[in-house]
């Protein structure tokens, strides 16, 4: 019982095959056990595990951590990969009046609650119809959800926050979401552990809502691909200059030579959010409004025609030239040149398209550095 018990957790939380890795963990009344050189691995996890369910804080890290020397031979204890990203919906107030709520106020509490599952499931549907995965939803216990994406294969901790972006570029959210709990160091805590406000943290069917044993958590799971993202990582950073001078576009410049294909622009030259948009539109999968709105400015912006951004969407689900051809049209003058410039990195961040490049300035001005 207790080898089978074991076996499903590993098939959740423990399915890097790298002997050396494991997973920081919270001991109570110490802190992270990463700040004493210490890692939970498979072998200890079902003791640990027993010891600590009912008492709160039952927290893992959601990245594998590796003990391993410095530069002066120091050993250190810290983030090396992750096979899954957590997205933690909360009501937005602070711990302290969600507590004083739930007791003066149990049904605006449970309003709050209401709205934020909403939000959670509307998550939950959006990564699973997208990526053509199954994501676990989870109770927190107390005020909140969190959805566990459990990914294909480890990438580099490094790289955390990107992933936490891309897979949710495009949707927007209110409060409920936090987009900056992006650290690869950040924890998660475990199902079937008892919250510090009395609550049960449970995994939950989408449908009914109703609690999943482990074991059927463990099989309704489906990781998400991480093909398209592996081709974001391997982007090498761009310097950014300390004065950028982009030449205008036309007869008058030779200045720049951009390829006539944008496919080949798209693949080999624009900024990771761009690539993103143009990765999913490449595998027919479903793009937001605000997603096609930046591909197309961007490529008016880099002096592309209609007929060949008409030719990008047809990999769209839902193609329809007419209608695509009638908002390229909107947005150029009557001259031909783009009535609008293309959003500023801090205008794709604030859409929740930014996949934190560093770059913090325009797409067209990434793209043309480039160049």
Known sequence: MERDRLELWRRLLFRAEDD??????????????????????????LDWYNKVKDRGRAWISVCYYALETDEKM??????????????D????LPKEECVKLRAEDPKRFQQLLSTVRSEALRLYHHLAKRYGCTPLLNFTGNRGYQLWLLLEKPLPALHYRMAFHYYI??????????????????????????????????PLDP?????????QAVETVKPAPVNALEELIS?????????????????????RRLPEDPVQLLEDMAPPCLKAIWGKLREKREIS???????????????????????????????????????????????????????????????????????????????????
Request: glycine share 8%.
């Open 20 to 45: 050396g890795l494991g997973r920081d963990y919270w001991i109570p009344g110490e802190g992270k056990a990463s700040h004493y050189n210490k890692i939970l691995t498979l072998d200890g996890f």
């Open 74 to 87: 120091n050993l250190v204890c810290w983030p090396k990969c992750f096979d899954m990203i957590v997205y």
């Open 89 to 92: 919906l909360d009501i937005p």
């Open 169 to 202: 570029a495009g949707l927007t959210f209110g409060r409920e979401l936090d987009p900056n709990v992006t650290d690869p160091a950040r924890f998660m805590r475990l199902p079937y552990t008892r919250h510090e406000q009395g609550g049960l943290c449970l």
């Open 207 to 215: 449908q009914s809502l109703e609690p999943l044993r482990l074991e």
């Open 235 to 255: 982007l090498e950073p761009i310097s950014i200059p300390k004065k950028l001078v982009v030449g205008r576009f036309g007869k008058r410049s030779g200045r």
């Open 289 to 371: 409004h605000s997603e096609r709105l930046a591909l197309a400015w961007f490529l008016q912006n880099l002096g592309y025609n209609d007929d060949a951004i008409v030719g990008l969407f047809k990999h769209a689900p839902d193609f329809n030239e007419k209608k695509t051809r009638y908002y390229l049209k909107r947005s150029r003058k009557p001259d031909g040149t783009p009535k609008y410039r293309m959003y500023k990195c801090s205008t794709m961040k604030n859409l929740n398209m930014c996949l934190d490049c560093g770059y913090g300035r325009n797409p067209v001005s990434w793209t043309l550095r480039r160049v």
